[in-house]
């Protein structure tokens, strides 16, 4: 059995939110640097080499990547036989206190209808904690995910009718990326489930966000998503809406088998600005913190 203390898995969320806010993670900047070579755009290779730049800039001094830091995501994968502190979330709650002061990270969470800022990123039904029973380790994965609310904001579910298929599925996707144009601060990553039902399909969504996006994903549908990708690249888009041949890095596709009536599709859009940290608490309490 593995008991692990509120203490260390404050300090580790602690430390997992500050790389993430302050260190683009390798997979995508690699996908930054390959969109450069590829555009021939010159408005839109001045933006990427900005954006490059920018992103060193943060990983040197420390600093936030982008001015929103995002809605924090918390993904737990519980092990087999690892015991959480009954108050998880008051721990959680607590990292992301110290982080927004520490860092700084920017205030953003707010209540749905007066607009009242908490000033620390708490709030009733925080933090956003997701835990996934994982039999196949011993120890405890921790991922946190900063997603800002540009590329949220353009996130879609839909209940699509099951006849049509994979067309209607494509159709949604680029009506969404043509419609968003530049405000989601393309270049996109484009994560889309389809099945199962329509909350867990969003969430699904969500949580492929935390795999590389330079590895390949399901292997049932890679020529779809290289099909997809082509085809949203094709509407021109670009960076930042500039124009140019580079409108999304990649799209990541997956499926869940759903009711024979139902086809659900969830479409969550991703800024270039994907920030994502990891790490690993073994079974005998060592931490490992995985470079992404």
Not at 117 to 137: C, F, K
Not at 227 to 247: A, E, P, Y
């Amino acid at each position: 059995m593995m008991n692990v203390s509120g203490g260390l898995l404050e300090d580790v969320c602690v430390k997992l939110l500050t790389e993430a806010a302050t260190r683009l993670p390798m997979d995508v900047y690699r996908g930054l640097e390959d969109a450069y070579r590829m555009e021939d755009n010159a408005y839109a290779r001045s933006q990427l080499k900005i954006i490059l730049e920018s992103v060193g800039i943060a990983r040197d001094e420390r600093i936030p990547i982008c001015q929103d830091t995002g809605t924090i995501h918390v993904y737990i994968k519980l092990g087999r036989g690892v015991i959480l502190p009954a108050d998880l979330n008051v721990h959680i709650d607590r990292a992301i206190r110290r982080a927004t002061k520490e860092i700084p990270l920017r205030p953003n969470m707010v209540h749905p209808l007066t607009r009242m800022n908490s000033m620390d990123n708490s709030g009733r039904g925080l933090p956003l904690t997701t835990i996934i029973p994982e039999p196949t380790i011993e120890g405890l994965e921790v991922a946190i995910m900063l997603k800002g609310a540009g590329s949220e904001n353009l996130s879609k579910a839909f209940m699509l009718k099951p006849v049509e298929g994979f067309g209607s599925v494509r159709k949604a996707v680029l009506e969404i990326v043509a419609e968003a144009l530049g405000r989601g601060c393309p270049p996109y990553i484009v994560s889309v489930v389809m099945g199962g039902t329509l909350e867990y399909a969003s969430t699904r969504a969500k949580m492929n966000l935390l795999e590389p996006i330079d590895k390949p994903g399901c292997s049932d549908l890679v020529d779809l998503e290289e099909s997809l990708l082509k085809d949203i690249n094709g509407l021109g888009v670009g960076v930042m809406g500039l124009g140019g041949r580079v409108t999304a890095m990649k799209v990541k596709l997956d499926y869940i088998y759903c009711h024979t009536a139902s086809l659900p599709v969830a479409i969550h859009i991703q800024c270039w600005a994907l920030r994502k940290a990891k790490a690993y608490l073994t079974s005998n309490g060592e931490v490992i913190y995985q470079e992404l």
